[in-house]
């Protein structure tokens, strides 16, 4: 009889040496999970569009319109762009927002990160009456830049998808996938 004790207080044994270790993972991975930067914004709904122009120009804009949903402060901000242009598909940044370049509201090189596909001279910030000066990103506001044809040339049927992020929780409140027409 004292044989058969032997297994049964190996195998209890064994389930509570893999059940400390358990609740030890546990507890050491769900520490690391509640450090995320609080509740990322809601935007609710968003449109976008872009603009091809075919007369030669080197426009090619791109339009993100905050709907509807929650006030996003600039500073918070990231814009990240992958486009399909002719040759490959080229990914870009724009960070350290709200554009401070050197035509006011124009995209400097302090806000590029990864392929520099933005045209520099242009890139804006808009309200409902012009730039933002407010440093927040609310419903009926835009975010309008230029994609130099000389860096991407967006063929007939190529994509443009822009994400908006919150940094502070590395959440994507906005995306749009654009189509060149």
């Not at 058969?4 to 358990?22: D, E, G, K, N, R």
């Amino acid at each position: 009889m004292s044989r058969a004790v032997a297994p049964v207080v190996s195998t209890i044994l064994m389930v509570a040496v893999v059940v400390i270790l358990a609740a030890v993972l546990s507890v050491f991975a769900l520490g690391f999970t509640e450090d995320t930067g609080g509740e990322a914004p809601i935007v609710g709904q968003s449109s976008g569009a872009f603009e091809a122009f075919e007369d030669g120009s080197d426009e090619q804009i791109v339009t993100i319109r905050h709907v509807a949903g929650d006030t996003i402060p600039t500073e918070e901000m990231e814009v990240a762009v992958s486009a399909t242009c002719k040759g490959g598909t080229k990914r870009g940044r724009l960070v350290e927002l709200p554009v401070d370049g050197y035509y006011g509201n124009a995209i400097g090189e302090q806000n590029v990160e990864g392929s520099d596909i933005f045209d520099g001279s242009y890139g804006q910030f808009y309200g409902d009456v012009g730039a933002l000066d407010d440093d927040t990103f609310t419903a009926g506001e835009m975010i309008q830049f230029r994609i130099g044809k000389g860096d991407c040339e967006v063929p007939d049927s190529g994509t443009v998808t822009v994400r908006v992020i919150h940094v502070p929780t590395n959440a994507v409140v906005i995306t749009q996938e654009l189509t060149a027409r």
